[in-house]
Nanobody
Framework: QVQLVESGGGLVQAGGSLRLSCTASGTIFSINDMGWYRRVPGKQRELVAAFSTGGVTNYGDCAKGRFTFSRDNAKNTTYLQMNSLEPEDTAVYYC????????????????WGQGTQVTVSS
């Protein structure tokens, strides 16, 4: 089993910054994709930023120009640096790990963290 633990959420004023972290632990052979999604109240979950093994980082429209995704493969950890936060960024942010193998030649699986709340006050 694989667990994703997020941290770094909280309350910040508009224009401020936060850095989210997500660490994967458990029986891990490989993780191909990692990313961040968010759910704004009353809306569907949307992409914030995601990285795949091919080396491409995709950013959602909500993140472009303000958020930066990074990954430490050795630690199975991802980071989301969020700058110039706006009240519209208030949401629960979820870490995702995709195409995860817990053993060589094992099936690909997807995991989600429990989410971390980000609240931006005006």
């Amino acid at each position: 089993q694989v667990q994703l633990v997020e941290s770094g959420g909280g309350l910040v004023q508009a224009g401020g910054s936060l850095r989210l972290s997500c660490t994967a632990s458990g029986t891990i052979f490989s993780i191909n994709d990692m990313g961040w999604y968010r759910r704004v109240p009353g809306k569907q979950r949307e992409l914030v930023a995601a990285f795949s093994t091919g080396g491409v980082t995709n950013y959602g429209d909500c993140a472009k120009g303000r958020f930066t995704f990074s990954r430490d493969n050795a630690k199975n950890t991802t980071y989301l640096q969020m700058n110039s936060l706006e009240p519209e960024d208030t949401a629960v942010y979820y870490c995702n790990a995709g195409r995860v193998q817990t053993r060589s030649w094992g099936p690909w699986q997807t995991y989600w963290g429990q989410g971390t709340q980000v609240t931006v006050s005006s």
